[in-house]
């Protein structure tokens, strides 16, 4: 996959966000979230303390650091996933079957 998309990243909006997050991250809710240890993405079972905090809107893209926009994912699913949108994942994942055919 080429990085084809043009980021205009904004960065006091990227700090902003990111200190958010941290605080959200120490937050019962954020403990919860990963109490079940399943990852967003793959859905596979992991270790709570295995997941990490991903934006499914990335900070880059326009993302906010807000509960339904945080999930918990396995860090293979996240280093995947890096700056997509939801829509776009699915659109490679479509790509890729096509292609496999």
Not at 19 to 29: D, G, H, N
Not at 39 to 47: D, L, N, R, T, V
Not at 51 to 62: A, C, F, N, Q, Y
Not at 66 to 84: D, M, P, R, S
Request: a positive charge.
């Amino acid at each position: 996959m080429s990085d084809w998309i043009e980021i205009k990243k904004d960065a006091t909006h990227i700090a902003r966000e990111k200190k958010k997050a941290k605080q959200l991250k120490q937050s019962q809710w954020w403990q919860n979230k990963i109490q079940n240890g399943l990852c967003y993405y793959c859905q596979k079972k992991f270790k709570p303390t295995e997941l990490t905090m991903d934006h499914i809107v990335p900070l880059s893209r326009g993302g906010k650091s807000t509960k339904g926009n945080i999930a918990a994912c396995c860090k293979t699913c996240n280093n995947e996933k890096k700056y997509l949108t939801p829509c776009e994942i699915l659109l490679n994942k479509i790509k890729k079957e096509k292609e496999s055919r």
